[in-house]
């Protein structure tokens, strides 16, 4: 069963306020803020934006999630810290990276030709742990995309709350060809082309491929405007949610 939605990519082109106001409407809406491989950019909100965002999503208790990238990423991935600030109003941390080492290469940790893959197999889910447990979220996720699975049951295995999302499409926005069926010990979530003109059909069929267990969706390319982070698309997608809860 749908239990959460994540918008995600709200930036400076929209007032904090009136991005959380939408978990006043709808409070299964969780709001995904990116951080890391740019600032102030399309996408990425401004320290300032980020700060204000942080401040009153504390106050208002709403639900957010930070999804770390870029050189953010790369300091939890190589020395297991997270320099953010404002971690304390998010309840959730998404690490946007698939199967990627903690080395140069570009390869996944599957496939680095270096025989030091297990090693850095080691290192990657170590530096996780440590900057999870010092940043003080509540829970990780980790995109699935076959390569990196190993990480989400690690951190299941070692009693860490922790999630999955499956986004094949690497985070491109691309709709996969079926949804998967998901792994029945993880929590899950679902992304990939979801957006406000295909909310009824993706909803009906992620939930087919769910079967009884519950599970959330994210959506992020197809929430804009000529750039802009669109609200009246997001109320669009939040409506149809509401309406299949009640299913």
Not at 166 to 179: L, M, N, Q, R
Not at 204 to 226: C, H, P, V
Request: neutral net charge; contains cysteine.
């Amino acid at each position: 069963m749908l239990r959460r939605v994540t918008l995600t990519g709200a930036d400076d082109s929209v007032e904090p306020g009136e991005v959380l106001a939408l978990g006043h409407e709808y409070p299964f809406v969780e709001l995904g803020i990116l951080v890391g491989s740019q600032e102030g950019k399309h996408r990425f909100p401004s320290a300032k934006w980020l700060m204000r965002f942080a401040d009153i999503a504390a106050r208002a208790k709403r639900q957010v999630a930070l999804h770390v990238c870029g050189k953010i990423l790369d300091g939890i991935l190589k020395r297991g810290e997270c320099v953010c600030p404002y971690l304390g109003a998010f309840e959730r941390m998404q690490l946007n990276f698939h199967g990627e080492p903690a080395n140069a290469g570009g390869h996944s940790l599957e496939e680095h030709p270096d025989a030091r893959v297990a090693m850095d197999r080691k290192k990657v889910f170590d530096n996780i742990v440590a900057a999870g447990r010092a940043t003080g979220v509540h829970e990780l996720i980790v995109q699935l995309d076959g390569v990196n699975n190993w990480i989400l049951d690690g951190l299941v295995l070692h009693g860490i709350r922790a999630s999955g999302l499956y986004d094949v499409s690497h985070g491109s926005g691309t709709k996969p060809a079926a949804w998967p069926t998901p792994n029945v010990r993880w929590k899950i979530g679902f992304a990939g082309g979801i957006g406000p003109e295909t909310i009824a059909e993706d909803l009906a069929q992620i939930a087919k491929a769910a079967g009884r267990q519950d599970f959330w969706i994210d959506m992020e390319s197809n929430l804009y405007t000529d750039r802009v982070f669109d609200l009246a698309k997001c109320r669009r997608v939040l409506d149809v949610c509401k309406d299949f809860m009640r299913q």
